[in-house]
Nanobody, 125 residues
Framework: VQLQASGGGLVQVGGSLRLSCVASGRTFSSFAMGWFRQAPGKEREYVAA????????NYADSAKGRFTISRDNAENTVYLQMSNLKPEDTAVYYC???????????????????WGRGTQVTVSS
């Protein structure tokens, strides 16, 4: 599956952004999806994940209460709604996909075998 993330940009502290990731090439509903991010000089880290039906979700502690992951299987798209953004949210955000028959989410980077190119999010103070 090919993944294309978009929706990043420059936003002020406390603002909101919605990232989108469109998948193509295979049946989207067969993939569990995740969002990860990489800040300058840091390792890529987990942000959020959801199962292939969207029925199960999980968030990193840094994202809980501020970010919402969702998907629209009819549109082959996964979203990351981010609110109350902080400077430490500045990073390149990547979507990832894992082909699975299970109704699980996956939080480890190694669980995913398909990655998008990433979209830059910059939160200014």
């Amino acid at each position: 599956v090919q993944l294309q993330a978009s929706g990043g940009g420059l936003v002020q502290v406390g603002g909101s952004l919605r990232l989108s990731c469109v998948a193509s090439g295979r049946t989207f509903s067969s993939f569990a999806m995740g969002w990860f991010r990489q800040a300058p000089g840091k390792e890529r880290e987990y942000v959020a994940a959801l199962s292939r039906t969207g029925g199960s979700t999980n968030y990193a502690d840094s994202a809980k209460g501020r970010f919402t992951i969702s998907r629209d299987n009819a549109e082959n798209t996964v979203y990351l709604q981010m609110s109350n953004l902080k400077p430490e949210d500045t990073a390149v955000y990547y979507c990832a996909a894992r082909y699975t028959a299970r109704f699980s989410y996956y939080v480890n980077q190694g669980d995913y075998d398909n990655w998008g190119r990433g979209t830059q999010v910059t939160v200014s103070s």
